[in-house]
């Protein structure tokens, strides 16, 4: 079964500042991986995914994130932050073949400050 | 466009009052899903549906339920709401051509 880690789950970054959240994933065939934002008391929006084609993804809101298989990780990355970033991240995975379950991670709770 | 709506936003009910939720979409899509997010924590998923088959998750207690009479809708049933079921309750549909989950704006459940 697939699963995904999230290192951190605080992160505090300031303003204009480089976003760093980790996402590594454990899966024995490369999988889709998804990267998802949740701001309070509203439903999950879709960042970005990763679905076999290139490993560098780049998503909504200036995130991007790397597939590294070497390394089962799947980072997401903002080169600066904004005060509007300030938003619990999850990332997800889900495997390939036929229906499979999407299984999120703890999540990580970023703190932008100014 | 609401895409996945869900409604109430906000529900409140007493401890042993049956509740349910809705979930409606506008996509045609063949999978529904329930996810039950407590504070802090990652979404659980309670169960789903491909097309009308229902398909539970092996922890999902039975006091909850679940009816899919169409495609465009799904119900969440709580027979007996405990405080332990305060949560928010998500609703999402899978896009099987892009690859994705789209969620509703969420149901908050309070249990008093």
């Known amino acids: 079964a697939q699963s995904v880690t999230q290192l951190g789950s605080h992160v505090s970054v300031s303003e204009g500042a480089l976003v760093l959240l980790r996402c590594n994933y454990s899966?024995?065939?490369?999988?889709?991986l998804f990267w998802y934002v949740q701001y309070p008391n509203q439903g999950l929006q879709l960042l970005l995914k990763y679905t076999s084609a290139a490993t560098l993804v780049k998503g909504i809101n200036g995130f991007e994130a790397e597939f590294k298989k070497s390394e089962t990780s799947f980072h997401l990355t903002k080169p600066s932050a904004h005060m509007s970033d300030a938003a619990e991240y999850f990332c997800?995975?889900?495997?390939?073949?036929?229906?499979?379950?999407?299984?999120f991670g703890i999540g990580t709770k970023l703190q932008v400050i100014p | 466009d609401a895409m996945v709506i869900q409604n109430p936003r906000y529900q409140v009910t007493q401890f042993g009052k049956p509740v349910t939720l809705s979930c409606s979409q506008t996509l045609n899509h063949n999978v529904m899903y329930w996810y039950q997010q407590k504070s802090s924590q990652a979404p659980k998923l309670l169960f789903h549906y491909y097309d009308k088959d229902f398909n539970n998750e092996a922890d999902t207690p039975d006091n909850f339920q679940s009816r899919r009479p169409n495609t465009s809708f799904c119900f969440l049933d709580i027979r007996s709401p405990g405080l332990g079921d305060a949560a928010m309750y998500l609703c999402a549909t899978w896009d099987r051509g892009n690859y994705e989950q789209y969620f509703g704006p969420g149901t908050r459940l309070t249990v008093t």
């Open positions: 997800a995975v889900r495997g390939l073949v036929g229906y499979q379950k999407v299984t």
């Open positions: 899966s024995s065939v490369p999988p889709y």
